[in-house]
């Protein structure tokens, strides 16, 4: 087949019947010029101006020019054709123009010009049909906008000249079907309103012709100040007077066989990206045809991703595989109307493209469907159903051949259509950061966003990959071309306006609208859910969470939630895991809250947070059932927490909702739940130190201090006094982790409280090791271990034995510190305290070190690495990898301590501990350099 370059529409090539991607918008220009100049030089100068048209030009539009024509030439390799010279006049683009559509178009013409009356009008069809839009779609200089007009001058003649053919043809009922929307473009041609005059009489409809004569007399008078001239005026009179004349010829010449329906809308413009889904689709095609079945495609998602965007992509893409032409309708299934298309309408829209004589035709539904499907047989058609209800409203109009392609589009699931017709189902998530770029960059330019990188980055962030939202967002960017994006952006920043914002003014462009028409149909615990989960804390949903939200039983819950998964306002992105596209979010939310004026969606929120809250102390409980216990008030009706089978299901837990904790307890600072606030950050404690999520512990226990300050809960203050001094210690900050741990043991000794006091000198003692002050950590050490053993506390007591250890080894006093390490060992082993045994292990491998008897201290340092890997202890198992790494290294096995280093290395990037990681990043570059 070789190449096909299409220019009446979207400027576009293709190779062999496939689609060949040209580049960006003015690469794509570049070339449309040198395809209208074909075989004829074009100088750089012309390019330039044809091009730009007198916007910003580039640094050196000579060398831009070259650059593009360059790219051009890769991209016309496959073309098998001369392709771009350099000659002293210009460029020349040597092609055949029979492959360019807007030479093949005019030569039709001229072929027809050249017989008598135009023949039989076969070769103006032929040329009309190859306009698929408005040329050159796009492009917007001075002179594409002069080749364009021409164009469209030479199109409008050869329809007026096809519809003169077909009314000596005696084809005035068909003239009469095509010509109304033809008037009502160009409401002023007279030659165009007396050929409407003409039909209307033959058709019986004297009236309606006089009507038109009168409504072009009327418009002529106020528009131009003019009459009608001769021709028209005569053929009024004659019309008047029912001039014999004017009848219809007896017998038609010849009418020419209906032609193949090519009823796909105009080719979106711009588009950007889906190129994985591009490619799934047409395997998808391929795979079915070889199975030989009848391809039924579908393209889900939600209001405003695409759907239609991506078929009619495809489809204008895949012409050449359905020769015998293309069917549409829109199905109206989520619609401002209300009204989705019954299934009669649109196959009798159909049976009228195939040319169904209204004579003919059965008037029983059934009957009309089993005609469709027998004219549609044994043809390679595309049947194109946009915006379906649901499955239901397809099923009577899939033909029955297996040549046929069905291609639909739907907000809802189809999932019937799959089980029941083998429907091939293409779920579309958002556009990812660079196809999003680069959509708005072809709505706008590249320059615009190069301008302001900062501003297009956060505008794209908000639109959050829908390409409706960019689309409007473009849109009202590009009506106020001198308004700067940051002034959009601070627009769009606003959650309160931001879907007033993405309103293009027509209820099709309004992001609201678009999305409200998915509620439809909904049941009421669906609607109820749709709105909690918009305003629900955190990124997703797990299934007994939204249980707990909706206070719906754990199976009803599942139900609603599928129904919003059927209707796209949710999405199942793990396994009985939800989430919200940010916009439907925000809808959701709104909506929430204009029809709950009275608040009552904060009961269920609360319900969440006590499901959050009470799961999670059950889970920390598991993970370390020697951490310090609080108290938790009752749980809250119909709010069923979770309980962890064991220590890894509480791991898999914490880190499946930690994002969510974090989420409940900024909205509990929000809602003033103060309690809540640093029961959460209790919860949280045990797996932020183990995970290193130092940042994390110090944001949840800076929030909880302050709530437990304003609750006036004296117990509380100590508490979060103690824990978010040692949050400071371990981020670094040992003049605030100070601060707040000796106001937590002023606070314990004040209320006589031995425990608080016992545990400010144990964090005290650790914060001063954060500072490698040995000396002092020791001193608080030994304060807190009488506490613990006169409050009879094992597991505590052998913690403070094992820093007494430590700390005693590190000072020098190796004997004794193996003594306190060996007595603290067997405390956590006695006591089933696994953390606390691995922390010694760790120890005495330090012990070892310093006493040179290395291959001891690696025996001990690798039994520690497998206790915090079973702890799931990241941070701790990142520090030992670090000591066994040296170990190794001390006894010459390099190797060994390069693996060991480079994994600690990994910990604490992912820890986020940049002066670890820059340490480790030492001890590697020395082992490279030895």
Avoid at 46 to 73: E, M
Avoid at 98 to 112: K, P, Q, S, T, Y
Avoid at 501 to 514: E, F, K, S, W, Y
């Amino acid at each position: 087949m070789g190449a096909d370059f299409r220019l009446l529409g979207a400027i576009e090539m293709f190779v062999d019947g496939s689609f060949v991607e040209i580049g960006h918008h003015r690469q794509r220009c570049v070339l449309a010029v040198m395809l209208v100049e074909a075989n004829r030089p074009v100088p750089v100068a012309h390019v330039v101006d044809r091009v730009w048209g007198g916007g910003q030009l580039p640094a050196h539009p000579a060398s831009a020019v070259g650059t593009y024509v360059s790219l051009l030439r890769r991209v016309l390799e496959p073309a098998r054709q001369g392709g771009i010279a350099r000659r002293s006049a210009g460029y020349v683009l040597e092609v055949d123009e029979e492959n360019v559509d807007l030479h093949r178009f005019c030569g039709l013409i001229e072929r027809a010009g050249a017989i008598a009356d135009g023949g039989d009008g076969a070769l103006l069809e032929q040329a009309l049909g190859l306009w698929r839009g408005e040329p050159f779609a796009g492009a917007d200089t001075p002179w594409f906008n002069t080749i364009r007009t021409t164009l469209a001058r030479k199109r409008q003649e050869a329809r007026l000249d096809l519809t003169d053919i077909r009314l000596r043809q005696g084809r005035h009922a068909a003239v009469l079907t095509g010509i109304r929307d033809q008037v009502d473009e160009q409401p002023l041609d007279e030659r165009l309103a007396g050929q409407s005059m003409l039909a209307h009489y033959r058709c019986g409809r004297t009236a309606d012709a006089l009507d038109c004569y009168q409504r072009l007399r009327h418009r002529l008078g106020e528009e131009l100040g003019a009459d009608p001239g001769p021709e028209l005026r005569a053929l009024h009179r004659r019309i008047l007077t029912a001039d014999p004349a004017l009848a219809a010829p007896p017998h038609p010449v010849r009418i020419s066989p209906v032609p193949r329906p090519r009823q796909l809308p105009l080719m979106p413009w711009p588009f950007a990206g889906r190129a994985d889904e591009l490619a799934r689709l047409t395997a998808m095609h391929d795979n079915a045809s070889r199975r030989g079945h009848g391809s039924v495609l579908a393209i889900t998602g939600t209001g405003g991703i695409g759907k239609t965007w991506l078929a009619l992509r495809w489809a204008y893409r895949h012409l050449d595989r359905f020769p015998d032409g293309q069917l549409y309708v829109n199905l109206r299934g989520f619609d401002p109307t209300g009204k989705p298309v019954a299934p009669a309408a649109a196959i009798r829209g159909f049976l009228d493209a195939l040319g169904g004589d209204s004579l003919t035709v059965p008037a029983d539904f059934d009957a009309q469907a089993g005609l469709f499907r027998s004219m549609v047989a044994g043809k390679r058609m595309l049947v194109m159903l946009d915006n379906a209800a649901d499955s239901d409203q397809v099923r009577s109009l899939l033909p029955g051949d297996s040549r046929c392609t069905v291609l639909v589009t739907s907000r809802g699931q189809l999932s019937t259509l799959a089980a029941t017709h083998g429907g091939l189902v293409l779920d579309l998530d958002p556009l990812n950061a660079a196809e999003a770029r680069e959509l708005l960059v072809r709505h706008l330019s590249a320059e615009k966003l190069a301008a302001e990188p900062r501003a297009a980055t956060e505008i794209l962030e908000l639109c959050a990959g829908l390409p409706l939202a960019i689309g409007i967002v473009a849109a009202r960017a590009a009506q106020h071309r001198d308004f700067p994006l940051a002034a959009l952006a601070a627009e769009l920043r606003d959650p309160a306006s931001r879907l007033d914002l993405l309103d293009g003014g027509d209820l099709t462009l309004n992001l609201r609208a678009v999305l409200s028409w998915s509620c439809r149909g909904l049941s009421r615990d669906a609607t109820s859910a749709a709105g909690l989960v918009g305003s629900a804390p955190g990124p997703d949903l797990s299934l007994p969470a939204a249980a707990a939200l909706t206070g719906l039983p754990t199976a009803r819950a599942r139900i609603v939630l599928r129904e919003l998964e059927d209707a796209h306002l949710v999405q199942q992105h793990a396994p009985h895991r939800f989430c919200m596209h940010d916009l439907v979010r925000l809808f959701a939310a709104q909506h929430m809250r204009q029809t709950d004026p009275d608040g009552r969606a904060a009961e269920p929120v609360r319900r969440l947070v006590d499901f959050y809250l009470h799961t999670a102390f059950a889970a920390n409980r598991r993970l370390d059932p020697h951490y310090p216990p609080i108290r938790l008030g009752a749980v809250a009706a119909g709010c069923q927490p979770l309980c962890p089978d064991d220590e890894s299901a509480a791991l898999a837990w914490f880190a499946a909702e930690h994002s969510n904790l974090l989420a409940a307890q900024r909205l509990a600072v929000d809602r003033g739940w103060r309690a809540e606030v640093w029961q959460l950050a209790w919860t949280l404690g045990t797996y932020h130190r183990r995970s290193g999520l130092l940042s994390d512990n110090l944001t949840v226990w800076s929030a909880a201090l302050d709530a437990a300050h304003r609750a006036g809960d004296r117990a509380a203050h100590t508490l979060t006094h103690r824990l978010l001094g040692y949050a400071y210690a371990r981020a670094g900050h040992a003049d605030d982790a100070q601060k707040h741990l000796r106001r937590a043991l002023s606070l314990a000794e004040a209320a006589d409280d031995r425990l608080g006091q016992a545990h400010a000198y144990h964090l005290m003692a650790g914060a001063w090791e954060q500072q490698a002050n040995d000396r002092q950590a020791l001193r608080c050490a030994r304060h807190a271990l009488p506490l613990f053993r006169a409050l009879d506390l094992p597991v505590w007591e052998g913690w403070t034995l094992g820093q007494i250890g430590w700390h005693q080894a590190r000072l020098g006093d190796h004997d004794e510190g193996r003594a306190h390490c060996a007595a603290a060992l067997t405390l956590a082993r006695r006591h089933d305290d696994p953390e606390g045994e691995a922390v010694v292990l760790d120890s005495l491998g330090y012990i070892c070190v310093r006493a040179a008897d290395y291959a001891q201290a690696t025996h001990y340092y690798e039994q520690a690495l497998t206790a915090f890997n079973g702890l799931g202890n990241a941070s701790e198992e990142a520090d030992t990898l670090v000591n066994l790494g040296a170990a190794h290294y001390a006894q010459g096995q390099r190797e060994q301590a390069r693996s060991r280093w480079e994994a600690a290395l990994e910990h604490y990037r992912t820890q986020r501990r940049p002066g670890d990681a820059e340490r480790v990043s030492l001890l590697l570059d020395r082992l490279a350099q030895d």
